[in-house]
């Protein structure tokens, strides 16, 4: 069965200090893969997402992450971490064409100052 | 780009009436749009899945009669919670995508509250 694993429920950091969210999949083959964001309340925001090709991808807010086949992993990670960075972050699979997603359980990151 | 609203944002309501939530893509046509619940500190559960002009796919153990969708146009899909319970107290959300792109884009999210 597909499926995706977050292994940290919460991760609290310093400002300032670098950060890296775990995320784990399961599938038949190389899926789509996902990194999401959500603060209190509201819906998710796409932060990156990896297809194919380069395998360190570039997303929005200074965040990247980085697809690793051989450890099936595609691990959230940021330099520096700001305050406004406290939130949720779903990590999501998708394999087929109509873009079915299967989600991690979330971690949710606290920054203290 | 690709935007997607959603209304109402919350909504209170009796045991047993039923609600209706749209879900809308603002600036690209929605080929597929699904619809997730969320319960507190939980993930994302997905409960269907819908593309325009058909019926909608309902994961195991979600009941199509009282979720009913209808995606009629490429830019709206909805979700009503008939007869509805406390237990259907929770936070929806959909998201959508188009033909050409197999990015999702979420909606903000409905808070329902049933009395």
């Known amino acids: 069965a597909q499926s995706v694993t977050q292994p940290d429920i919460h991760i609290t950091v310093s400002e300032g200090a670098s950060l890296e969210l775990r995320c784990n999949y399961s599938?038949?083959?190389?899926?789509?893969l996902f990194w999401y964001v959500q603060s209190p309340g509201q819906g998710l925001q796409l932060l990156l997402k990896?297809?194919?090709?380069?395998?360190l991808v570039q997303g929005i807010k200074g965040f990247e992450a980085e697809f690793k086949r051989s450890q099936s992993s595609f691990n959230l990670r940021k330099p520096s971490v700001h305050w406004s960075d406290a939130a949720e972050y779903f990590c999501?699979?998708?394999?087929?064409?109509?873009?079915?997603?299967?989600f991690g359980q979330g971690t949710i990151l606290t920054v203290h100052p | 780009g690709a935007v997607v609203s959603q209304h109402p944002s919350r909504v209170i309501c009796k045991s047993g009436t039923s609600v209706k939530i749209e879900c809308r893509s603002l600036?690209?046509?929605?080929?597929?749009m699904f619809w997730y619940r969320q319960f507190p500190k939980q993930s994302l559960m997905l409960m269907a899945t819908?593309?325009?002009?058909?019926?909608?796919?309902?994961e195991q153990g979600v009941e199509k009669d009282k979720f009913l969708i209808n995606h009629a146009s490429l830019t709206l899909s909805t979700l009503t919670v008939t007869s509805a319970h406390p237990e259907d107290s929770s936070f929806y959300i959909c998201?959508?995508?188009?033909?050409?792109?197999?990015?999702?884009?979420f909606g903000p999210g409905t808070r329902l509250l049933v009395l």
């Open positions: 998201s959508a995508k188009g033909t050409a792109q197999e990015t999702q884009y």
């Open positions: 990896y297809f194919s090709g380069d395998t």
């Open positions: 819908s593309n325009e002009g058909s019926k909608a796919t309902y």
């Open positions: 599938y038949g083959a190389t899926p789509y």
């Open positions: 999501g699979a998708g394999g087929t064409s109509y873009g079915k997603l299967t």
């Open positions: 600036d690209f046509q929605a080929t597929t």
